[in-house]
């Protein structure tokens, strides 16, 4: 038995494979997506997503979304996702500093705009960590 694990972001769709298991990180913690898992319908989290396929085991960075588990299809409406090996470290890096910077400067925010670039800090710093990982 497999599964069916679709990634999509607004700008296009980052991952489609037949998987054995994905594990999703969610508002909650993480969850274990498995071959005949029940219907769910959960909040994504800023983290690291696995996917496992045979012997070899991918990792995405995720952004916020929603996860939809129907029968042996996995859908991860996600605001951003990346495969490792797409990150750019130095970009993610320099982005990371502008959005700080722009957060430690800012004496009068909108609330919406400083939640957004507080976002773009966490998703850098899963970036960060997934690429990091190995070395």
Same mark, same amino acid.
């Given at each position: 038995?497999s599964l069916?694990? @679709?990634i !999509?972001?607004?700008e296009a769709?980052v991952y489609s =494979?037949?998987? =054995?298991? !994905?594990?999703?990180p969610?508002?909650?913690g993480e969850?274990?997506? +498995?071959p $005949?898992h029940i219907?769910? +319908?959960? *909040?994504v989290?800023?983290?690291?997503l696995r996917? &496992?396929?045979g012997? @070899? ?5 995720v &952004?916020g $979304?929603?996860a939809e588990? @129907?029968?042996?299809t996995?859908?991860?409406?996600? @605001? &951003?996702?990346?495969?490792e090996? %797409?990150? =750019? ?5 320099a982005?990371? %500093?502008?959005?700080? *910077?722009e957060? /430690?400067n800012?004496?009068?925010m =909108?609330?919406q705009?400083?939640?957004? +670039? *507080?976002?773009l800090v966490?998703?850098?710093g899963? *970036?960060? /960590?997934? %690429?990091?990982?190995? &070395?």
């Amino acid at each position: 038995m497999s599964l069916t694990l @679709e990634i !999509v972001t607004p700008e296009a769709k980052v991952y489609s =494979d037949t998987i =054995d298991s !994905v594990v999703i990180p969610t508002v909650e913690g993480e969850i274990g997506i +498995l071959p $005949g898992h029940i219907p769910l +319908l959960t *909040q994504v989290a800023h983290g690291e997503l696995r996917v &496992s396929k045979g012997t @070899e085991t991918t990792f995405l960075a995720v &952004s916020g $979304g929603f996860a939809e588990i @129907e029968g042996d299809t996995v859908r991860v409406l996600a @605001e &951003s996702a990346i495969t490792e090996e %797409k990150i =750019d470290e130095a970009a993610v890096e320099a982005a990371m %500093k502008r959005a700080e *910077q722009e957060i /430690a400067n800012a004496k009068t925010m =909108d609330p919406q705009e400083l939640e957004h +670039l *507080q976002s773009l800090v966490r998703y850098a710093g899963v *970036q960060l /960590a997934l %690429k990091r990982r190995k &070395s």
